[in-house]
């Protein structure tokens, strides 16, 4: 039997889904993929093989996906030549002899035609190319996440309300650990294979509902105050973002009011067995203080 390897093992996503699958899987039969390997020793110290390599280099992919049953394709960052390194991705695992490879996508609405800057366009060639290559494959569609609930709404909400582009779209983030939880049941059970999954937390809302809620908690009222996205751009542009990250998540935000993760199922919850984190338990329990963050590509 094959290995199971995870890509950016150093990454929030791909180090959760290893640590998660050490409870599960023997630590001989987990693999970790790492541009520099060092910065996984503590997994590696845990027996996972933490192999070098680079979507930018499709050689070093051939040799790390070598022995590779199923691979979790986590996908790079945006601003970067994702098309690029996600096809030398799928190119070296059908050399290596993968079996199945598995993509995390960013969730998106394709009739209301909304473009994510940086990862939309991308996404679909990467997932083309994927059912192109006659290779297995399972993708999965990720929501926003509850970890980074600061990065949409401020971490000063309860002080100047929440300021968001205008939009009654909802959206059901989830937690990264949650989302970890399912790439673990597609990496190790059957009958996922050919499918796509929209993934959600389990409670879905507006900006106006987390306006509410946040009111709920902090027991005096928190507004919903609706502003242009030019000048939801611009305070990101005052915080000292680079004007490429301040659009990516104008657009991000944006796009939850016109919509774009409205979609929600219960695909999560199938895959991992129990209740996905919901926004207000989220809230309840770490609203203004969220969780610290690392890059989550490879």
Known sequence: MGKLLVTGATGNLGRQTLELLLESVPADRLAGLARTPERAADLAGRGVDIRQGDYLDQASLVRAFDGVDRLLLVSAQAFT??????????????????????????????ALGINQVGVTESDVFTEQALRASGLTYTILYNPMYLDQFDGYVGADAYEKGVRVPPGEGTMAPALLRDLAAGNVAVLTQDGHENK????????????????????????????????????????????????PVAEFLTAWVAGVGLGSFSKSTDDLERLIGYRPTGYREFLEKNYPSVAPRTGSGA
């Open 81 to 110: 030549d994702r098309n690029t390194q996600h096809l030398n991705a799928i190119t070296a695992a059908k050399q290596a002899g993968v079996k199945h490879v598995i993509y995390t996508a960013i969730q998106r609405d394709e």
């Open 196 to 243: 796509t999954y929209t993934l959600n937390g389990s409670e879905a809302a507006s900006y106006r509902d987390i306006a509410a809620t946040l009111s709920e908690i902090h027991g005096r009222t928190v507004p919903y105050l609706p502003v242009t996205v030019e000048e939801f751009h611009e305070s990101y542009v005052r915080n000292g973002l680079p004007e």
